[in-house]
């Protein structure tokens, strides 16, 4: 989050929902939409898509997610 903090913000960041350490992608997605609601974010997993749904609909994310692995025009297509 801090290294987001400068004056050149990326306008993508595209997370993995495991990350190392106790904390997952769900809980960063959280702290960059609250400090960085401008910035879009891109969730991506190879977890069961319909259960990562589920769970984005429990919050107030605004994530798109993507099924890994993914072709660079299933990516692309997000974007359209």
């Not at 903090?5 to 769900?26: N, R, T």
């Not at 400090?35 to 898509?49: A, G, T, Y």
């Amino acid at each position: 989050i801090e290294s987001l903090d400068g004056d050149k913000k990326p306008d993508l960041v595209i997370i993995d929902i495991h990350l190392k350490g106790e904390l997952d992608g769900y809980w960063l997605c959280d702290k960059i939409q609250k400090h960085f609601p401008e910035i879009r974010l891109v969730m991506i997993s190879s977890d069961n898509p319909v259960l990562v749904k589920k769970r984005l609909n429990r919050t107030n994310l605004q994530v798109q997610f993507i099924k890994k692995p993914f072709t660079i025009n299933e990516m692309a297509e997000l974007f359209e």
